[in-house]
């Protein structure tokens, strides 16, 4: 097994796991706070970091069908949220690539 690489991110508010505090996600790549997780509220993000997707699945969501991917702290695999992949319905296909991380189990830093 490798070393693992854990990239921290810059600026003034950043996101972080729970469980280690490794940085998840920066402020500034906030698309919206108006999502739903397993366990409560949720952000989409542009992109997360220090992160390991787990297999493709097809999961029927608030929004519709979507192909995701659950997503997991790379430090100590605490699911974070997930990716969407696919989206089918074209009013939903902005959410392509983009990640959901729950409210539930990040730590907020610099705020």
């Avoid at 505090?21 to 989409?44: E, M, N, T």
Wanted: with cysteine; hydrophobic share 35%; charged share 30%.
């Amino acid at each position: 097994m490798g070393r693992l690489y854990i990239e921290t991110l810059s600026g003034a508010r950043i996101f972080k796991c729970k469980c280690c505090k490794v940085d998840s996600a920066s402020h500034d790549d906030i698309v919206s706070k108006d999502f739903q997780g397993h366990s409560g509220r949720a952000y989409l993000f542009r992109n997360a970091v220090n992160i390991s997707l787990g297999p493709t699945e097809e999961r029927m969501l608030v929004s519709g069908l979507h192909k995701v991917n659950d997503i997991y702290c790379s430090s100590c695999q605490q699911i974070l949220g997930w990716r969407y992949e696919k989206a089918y319905e074209e009013s939903q296909k902005y959410k392509e690539g983009m990640f959901i991380l729950e409210k539930e189990m990040m730590l907020k830093e610099g705020w």
